[in-house]
């Protein structure tokens, strides 16, 4: 089964830089929307990057111009690169897939990894 594992998250200050990863298996379909969600406690979860099958990206308004989502096909790898983190970033970062060429709704995404934490402090 689809399996996604998420890495490098922790706790930076304000204006600083992560680099999330997520390691993808078990893909069975030839094409996959990839994505980023994240969680803050209290808060619904929102989706903050989007890459489909064709490479095309899109960003949540909160995130553009920081935020870089990327993929690697050859090791079946997820990235968001995280530039100039803020408070209002600090949350449960998640990385998620959903079958298809073109990314839609969250209800879209099938498979999800486990979460990593991002806290950003003053």
């Known amino acids: 089964q689809v399996q996604l594992v998420e890495s490098g998250g922790g706790s930076v200050q304000v204006g600083e830089s992560l680099r999330l990863s997520c390691v993808a298996s078990?893909?069975?379909?030839?094409?996959?929307?990839m994505a980023w969600f994240r969680q803050a406690p209290g808060k619904e979860r929102e989706g903050v990057a989007k890459?489909?099958?064709?490479?095309?990206?899109t960003y949540a308004d909160s995130v553009k111009g920081r935020f870089a989502i990327s993929k690697d096909n050859a090791a079946n790898t997820l990235h968001l690169q995280m530039n100039s983190l803020n408070l209002e970033d600090t949350a449960t970062y998640y990385c998620?897939?959903?079958?298809?060429?073109?990314?839609?709704?969250?209800?879209?995404?099938?498979?999800w990894g486990q979460g990593t934490q991002v806290t950003v402090s003053s």
């Open positions: 998620a897939a959903g079958v298809g060429n073109y990314c839609g709704s969250r209800l879209m995404f099938d498979h």
């Open positions: 078990g893909f069975t379909e030839s094409q996959y929307c």
């Open positions: 890459i489909n099958g064709f490479a095309v990206t």
